[in-house]
């Protein structure tokens, strides 16, 4: 869907039609507030935020919002997932439903306490 270059989030979430841009302010708004530390950037041609670690990617196709959290999230969320389309690392959200916000920080929250533990794990054995 995006056409053009990009280096921003701001210029990734412009390139799209007016009721996606929505769709991806909001995404985007529920990622900052879940994990406000985190660093914003353009990565894989998405934005995509890191806090020790990737958290999240996230992007707009024509039939879909992907929401990629990494595979674990996937796993520790499949019940919660269930009434959505998903593969190994993204999870697909419809566009023309409302975008759950509520799950997004969940899984954003345990993704932030997961890649904690990783960077204290690291540390320790350093």
């Known amino acids: 869907m995006q056409k053009g270059r990009f280096s921003t989030v701001d210029e990734y979430i412009a390139l799209h039609p007016a009721p996606i841009k929505e769709g991806l302010a909001l995404i985007r708004k529920t990622i900052k507030t879940a994990a406000p530390g985190a660093e914003e950037m353009i990565s894989y041609q998405m934005p995509a935020y890191k806090l020790n670690g990737v958290l999240v990617f996230f992007s707009a196709t ?21 009434s959505f389309e998903t593969s190994k690392g993204v999870i697909r959200l419809p566009l023309d439903k409302p975008i759950p916000v509520k799950l997004i920080t969940e899984i954003v929250k345990w993704q932030v306490k997961e890649n904690l533990l990783k960077a204290e794990s690291v540390k320790l054995k350093a």
């Open 62 to 82: 024509k039939n879909h919002y992907g929401f990629y959290p990494t595979s674990r999230p996937i796993i520790a969320f499949r019940e919660k997932l269930k």
